[in-house]
C-alpha cells in the first residue's frame, strides 16, 4: 500500500464525479434483480471487452488527461492496465461486498491496483478458508493499493457500508489478457 500516492486527489475527485458516464448497474440475487449499491463507470483502451456481474462491456479509450495517471500507476504497479472500473460512493450506505477479482479474462494472477479518492472508508481482506482472519485498512484520499500474485486465490476483499462517511470514488485498474467470445 502506498499512502498518499496521488496528488491533487481532490480535484481528480470533482473531475470524475463531473466528468465520468455515471451508472448503477442491477444484480440478481436469488432471483430478485436489485440495483448495486455505488454507481459505476468503465474506463479502458478501445476495444477493451470486460465481463462483470452478467454484462459485457467494450471500452472506448481513456480521457486523454488520465494518460499521466495511467502511465504512473503501471510503473508503481509495474503493470501495462488496460481498463478501470471506477466505483462511486455517495455516502456511507454505498458498499462492495466481499469478492475477488477473479474474472477469467484478468488471467491466472492478476494484478489490481485501487486509488482512492474522497472520504476514507476502510477496505476489508480475509481469507478464503478462514472467514475470521481479516485485515482492515483505512484508505485515504490518494492512497494507492496493489494487489497482484496468488492473492486473488486466497483472500477477498469488500468496502462494507461505514455511517457518516462522504462521497469516495475507487478507481480500481485491471489488465484484460483474453477477449470474451
Known amino acids: 500500500m502506498y499512502r498518499n500516492w496521488w496528488p491533487n486527489a481532490e480535484a481528480w475527485l470533482q473531475d470524475c464525479v463531473g466528468n465520468l458516464p455515471w451508472e448503477q448497474s442491477r444484480v440478481t440475487v436469488f432471483g430478485k434483480e436489485h440495483p448495486i449499491p455505488r454507481l459505476e463507470a468503465w474506463l479502458g483502451e478501445a476495444g477493451v471487452r470486460y465481463g462483470y456481474s452478467g454484462q459485457t462491456r467494450v471500452m472506448n479509450g481513456w480521457p486523454a488527461h488520465w494518460l499521466a495517471l495511467l502511465e504512473a500507476v503501471n510503473k508503481q504497479a509495474d503493470c501495462g492496465f488496460n481498463f478501470a472500473l471506477a466505483n462511486w460512493y455517495r455516502s456511507g ?23 482512492s479518492f474522497g472520504a476514507p472508508r476502510d477496505f476489508r481482506l480475509r481469507r478464503n478458508e478462514q472467514h475470521k482472519e481479516t485485515l482492515t485498512v483505512s484508505l485515504k484520499s490518494g492512497d494507492l493499493v496493489v494487489m497482484s500474485g496468488a492473492l486473488q486465490h486466497h483472500w477477498q476483499h469488500s468496502l462494507p457500508a461505514r455511517a457518516n462517511a462522504g462521497d ?12 470474451l467470445t
Not at 99 to 108: K, Q, S, V
Open 93 to 115: 450506505a454505498d458498499r462492495m461486498g466481499w469478492h475477488a477479482d477473479n474474472e477469467t479474462e484478468l488471467g491466472a494472477n492478476p494484478t489490481v491496483a485501487t486509488l
Open 168 to 179: 469516495r470514488i475507487s478507481l480500481t485498474f485491471r489488465r484484460i489478457v483474453s477477449e
